[in-house]
């Protein structure tokens, strides 16, 4: 299941009561995968949970009712914590009051934009995708299981590093073992300058709480690479 990683350094903005609105219902999600907003309507209201990732795993948690001004006022440790939800074209821009800190862990941020997301992005929907393609590829029926999980990739801009990667290298295998080892390289082509920096690089770019995963999928991603130049 995907986690959500490092938060999205946004410049602030501001609201009037003239331009603010509600967020449509639905699930948004940040690039890369760090953040993530759902929003169902309630009665009168709509009900929101937000969550975000900073890249050192600390959490953001929040959750609560959006006024018809797209407002949320929520308690805070000496001030009410209040959230803006900003409708855009094909996102929701978030802001919040510094108040809004007690919802956050240490360099973790509520802020950012949240891209409307397809159902087949979710993190819930992914993990049952990946699990499906797995019983398929166990029973070797690979054209099936690759059918299944192929679909997916089109959530790469949803999805952190590392999940997109395991993804990504689900699928190659899958086709190579289908039989075609071009659909093979083909799926693992965004990898490959990921692939191609050594583990020294990866450690300097990376966070610690982050990179021995980064390290598993990228020794992963080389091997696969090089089954389906054979």
Not at 183 to 197: G, H, I, S
Request: one cysteine or more.
């Amino acid at each position: 299941m995907s986690r959500f990683l490092i938060p999205l350094l946004c410049a602030a903005f501001s609201l009037s009561p003239a331009q603010a609105a509600a967020p449509a219902p639905g699930m948004y999600i940040t690039e890369g995968g760090h953040g993530a907003l759902e929003v169902k309507r309630s009665g009168a209201h709509s009900a929101f949970a937000l969550n975000s990732l900073s890249a050192n795993l600390n959490m953001c948690n929040a959750e609560g009712k959006i006024q018809a001004d797209g407002r949320a006022q929520l308690e805070g440790d000496d001030k009410p914590c209040v959230i803006h939800f900003k409708p855009v074209a094909g996102a929701v821009q978030v802001e919040s009051t510094e108040s809004c800190r007690t919802y956050c862990g240490h360099n973790a941020y509520l802020d950012g934009t949240y891209l409307a997301a397809p159902a087949l992005c979710t993190a819930k929907e992914i993990s049952r995708l990946r699990k499906e393609f797995k019983k398929l590829y166990d029973q070797k029926q690979y054209p099936a299981a690759v059918a299944k999980l192929s679909p997916a990739t089109q959530c790469d801009k949803f999805l952190m590093l590392e999940d997109k990667a395991w993804l990504r290298n689900d699928l190659a295998l899958g086709q190579l073992r289908a039989g075609s080892a071009a659909d093979c390289r083909q799926t693992l082509a965004p990898l490959q300058e990921f692939a191609a920096k050594s583990n020294e690089q990866l450690q300097n770019e990376w966070p610690p709480m982050r990179i021995d995963a980064v390290l598993q999928v990228a020794k992963a991603t080389r091997v696969n690479l090089k089954l389906c130049q054979k």
